[in-house]
């Protein structure tokens, strides 16, 4: 089930939002909790009930070993006096990943073996199961937090509820047990709260006109330029990246918002993921910004336990390199995500030895710079094949193509969407838009209706926003969040 279909919006959605407020007005918390969980993993199994198993299993196995691991942090009894708390962590990590991996690299690992040995390895039958990455590294670092003795002895119930709560279980935030558990035990959360419901609608609205309007507008010429286009010319090349690159961002950013508002609606607050990521100086600042619940599960469990910046200049770019190629690889089975991830971790090796050089830069040339190269790799991102991002990327280099004025309309790179040069305009006016203007989050923030003639502007405007998401929603077929894919 997605958050931009009409089955969620005016079904699924207003029926687990009023069941869970009515069980919580009668004091039946622990059934509202039931409620939620029941409820999500009917969201879950919506997509494909095959795989609810698995996920039911990965929340038994981690509960379980979180368990164990909470206790063994002072060990006590003969059983605990046997068996290493390290060991019994390096097995729950060890099975996480061994059941991430089969999912969803045992294919590439095979087309790769048949390529290199020519043997002929017939592909296995699978199919990746929605969300598997994320909640296997919320699990994970959950396993880390029980083995440092951070977590407490919650309840199966409670446990479920973070792992599963569903406006965060498909594509993140990646959520530690310390954001989210306090949150699902405190009382005044199952009181219906107003301005929480206002909120929670008006950033979902914006979130859903985001994706539906705007992202899914501008991938059907991603799509083109990269997957139909037999050649480009230089202005094709630069706007199917350009394309793609706003694509991906309200894409993302929609779905951040719809699951900040979502959540907020059941008074659960979600750590921001998406904070402009467009105005990033700098290929750090960038990732600062972009994802930012998964960067701090990078940092925390792969850049820091493998020395961080404490062993020295070469092997702190070393620890970068692999953070960034570990995270281009965790987000899909690919060897152009590989390089995307690549390209990130030589990018924040030079942006660290620049900081240690001292030198500066002006802002401008600093954004241009971060920009463009944030806009390039998204080529690799995004395309299905190298002969795809190379496609695109000789293209945007093509000066040769700009010859003649003719090339200004051409029809190798948009032909069938009937697009002008105002399109041209268009997204370079939400580039604007994203360098300048607030984000939602921002706007979320600042919002406060006190007066009844304020809460009929913004009612006409989310009405306004609302009406048009829908109208194409019952037009053009929906299309999944790029981020469900991995």
């Known amino acids: 089930m997605l958050f931009n279909s009409l089955v969620f919006i005016f079904l699924f959605l207003p029926i687990v939002v009023a069941g869970y407020y009515w069980l919580a007005r009668r004091h039946l918390i622990t059934a509202a909790r039931v409620w939620l969980v029941l409820s999500s993993l009917f969201f879950y199994a919506h997509w494909n009930v095959i795989y609810l198993p698995l996920i039911l299993m990965s929340m038994l196995f981690n509960f379980a070993l979180g368990t164990w691991l909470a206790g063994g942090a002072a060990p006590s009894g003969h059983m605990r006096a046997r068996i290493s708390p390290k060991l019994v962590l390096t097995f729950g990590i ?7 991996g089969y999912f969803k690299y045992a294919n590439f690992f ?4 048949n390529a290199v040995t020519g043997w002929g390895v017939a592909l296995l039958n699978i199919m990746l199961p929605l969300a598997i990455s994320f909640f296997t590294f919320q699990q994970i670092a959950y396993l880390v937090d029980s083995y440092r003795g951070l977590t407490r002895d919650y309840d199966i119930l409670t446990y479920m509820l973070f792992v599963v709560f569903f406006p965060q279980l498909i594509a993140g935030p990646i959520v530690s047990h310390g954001e989210m558990i306090p949150q699902f035990m405190r009382l005044r959360n ?3 709260n107003h301005r929480n419901l206002f909120l929670g609608a008006m950033i979902f609205v914006i979130g859903l006109f985001k994706k539906v309007v705007v992202a899914d507008t501008f991938a059907q010429y991603a799509t083109y330029g990269f997957d139909v286009a037999k050649s480009l010319t230089m202005i094709g090349g630069w706007f199917s990246s350009l394309s793609y690159t706003m694509q991906i961002y309200f894409d993302f950013s929609g779905y951040c918002d719809m699951a900040i508002g979502v959540a907020l609606l059941f008074n659960i607050v979600l750590p921001i993921n998406f904070n402009s990521p467009y105005k990033a100086l700098n290929i750090q600042d960038f990732w600062r910004r972009w994802h930012i619940t998964l960067s701090r599960f990078l ?20 620890n970068l ?15 152009t995500f590989v390089i995307w991830g690549c390209l ?4 924040n090796v030079v942006h660290k030895a620049w900081q240690k050089m001292g030198r500066k830069m002006s802002r401008i040339l600093a954004w241009f710079i971060t920009f463009n190269f944030v806009n390039i790799a998204w080529i690799f991102f995004r395309a299905n094949s190298f002969d795809s991002a190379f496609k695109v990327l000789r293209a945007m280099f093509d000066v040769r193509s700009l010859t003649t004025l003719h090339a200004f ?3 190798y790179y948009l032909a069938g969407f009937g697009v002008k040069g105002w399109m041209l305009i268009v997204l370079l006016a939400l580039l604007g ?18 007066t009844r003639r304020a809460a009929i502007l913004w009612g006409m405007f989310l009405g306004l926003i609302a009406a048009v998401t829908i109208i194409k929603m019952t037009v053009v077929p929906y299309n999944e969040f790029i981020y469900f894919n991995f």
């Open 94 to 100: 060890a099975a996480n990943i061994i059941a991430l």
């Open 110 to 113: 095979i087309e790769n073996i």
């Open 190 to 192: 199952f009181v219906r």
């Open 299 to 318: 940092r925390d469990h792969i850049y820091i336990p493998l020395g961080g910046n404490h062993r020295g200049a070469r092997r702190t770019y070393i």
């Open 321 to 335: 390199f692999m953070v960034f190629l570990i995270g281009g690889f965790w987000h899909g089975a690919a060897w």
């Open 344 to 347: 990130h971790g030589l990018a």
């Open 409 to 411: 309309k051409s029809k």
């Open 433 to 450: 838009i994203c360098l300048v203007m607030p984000n939602s989050v921002d706007i979320m923030r600042r919002t406060v209706v006190r």
